[in-house]
């Protein structure tokens, strides 16, 4: 049976009747969890495969926000703490060579922590380039000012995250680091030239867009479209995201409830598709908004369908590793935290 162009939340830490029902009838390739489902292990886990268990046993991509820092859902004292990435691009000031390690070992342990509960993407690395005077939304997410600081650890993460079977997803293309605004509150209009944009902004993109999966930023690139901000943005995602940058992944809009697009949210839905995004997200996991969002997405087809098989192709068995050495890396990056 086809799938839908959507990725849908939850309200809690198991699925009601009506959301196995909305799970079963539109059938959306992925589900995103946030702190409000994620509880414990076994009851994340059951959560996992209740939805699988909904879409008829096909792959389905079961989605976390968990980069650290302030954007850990799992966190203490269930799941360990993590710093944010900010913490890595402080020990690469020092020695290079070491963060890189750190890096990837911290996020090979996170990835522990996500495959054994079911969940099979994580919404990072963030690899916006922040700006002097932008708004703290980004901060100390970034792991550094600079592309090549961003390009290389951000790359480890990545790599980390493969080797324990989970699938990085970057975030947010094609870059909110200039953005003077939240864009969960506010349409933010970034006015930097395409010159600008590309020596610093899109750089981290295009380096890693090899990676199968990547979240818009809600924001303006007024030096492409100043009107659209670019999940709703066919100049951005066709001729920036795709083509300059040359993305070959799944886009995936960010979520359609924040405050920097309008409309309806069947209209925005409608708007992240036809500007080029492969699936929508809807992350509140209340069912009246799932509804509308999943009547206005369209049932995955052609490329990206495409994207989403290949996306699930780089899923690979965990890699061994050292769990004592990688927590021995997770205690220094905690220690050099902002």
């Keep these: 049976m086809a799938r839908k162009a959507l990725i849908a939340g939850c309200s809690g830490p198991e699925l009601t009747t009506a959301e196995r029902s909305f799970f079963r009838k539109h059938r959306p390739c992925g589900l995103i969890l946030f702190a ?82 079911g969940i099979n993407a994580d919404c990072a690395p963030v690899l916006d380039v922040p ?23 951000a790359r480890a993460f990545a790599r980390g995250l493969l080797d324990g079977g989970v699938l990085p997803v970057v975030k947010h293309i094609p870059g909110h680091g200039r953005a003077r605004a939240d864009s969960h509150k506010d349409l933010p209009v970034i006015d930097a030239s395409l010159e600008e944009l590309s020596e610093s902004d899109f750089k981290p993109f295009a380096a890693l867009n090899d990676l199968p999966l990547a979240m818009t930023a809600h924001v303006v690139l007024s030096a492409v479209d100043d009107v659209d901000p670019a999940s709703v943005s066919a100049p951005i995602i066709g001729e920036v995201i795709r083509q300059q940058i040359g993305f070959r992944g799944l886009i995936m809009s960010d979520d359609l409830d924040m405050a920097a697009l ?77």
């Design 131 to 153: 700006a002097t005077g932008a708004h703290e939304i980004i901060g100390d997410r970034a792991y550094g000012e600079d592309p090549e600081t961003i390009i290389a650890l």
């Design 262 to 338: 309008t409309g309806t949210l069947a209209e925005r839905a409608t708007g992240v598709i036809g500007a080029g995004c492969d699936v929508a997200l809807h992350c509140s996991g209340l069912l009246a908004g799932m509804e509308e969002v999943a009547d206005a997405a369209p049932e995955l087809s052609g490329a990206a369908l495409t994207r989403l098989n290949d996306a699930f192709g780089a899923l690979k068995a965990p890699v061994a590793f050292d769990v004592e050495r990688a927590e021995n890396m997770l205690e220094k990056a905690l220690a050099a935290a902002p």
């Design 36 to 117: 409000r489902n994620c509880v414990s292990r076994e009851q994340i886990a059951d959560l996992a495969g209740a939805a699988r268990e909904c879409v008829a046993g096909e792959e389905l991509l079961v989605l976390v926000d968990q980069e650290g820092g302030r954007v850990q859902r799992m966190g203490p004292p269930q799941w360990r703490k993590y710093p944010a990435a900010r913490a890595f691009g402080r020990l690469y000031e020092s020695n290079r060579g070491e963060a890189i390690e750190a890096t990837h070992a911290v996020a090979r342990l996170m990835a522990h922590d996500l495959h054994e509960v």
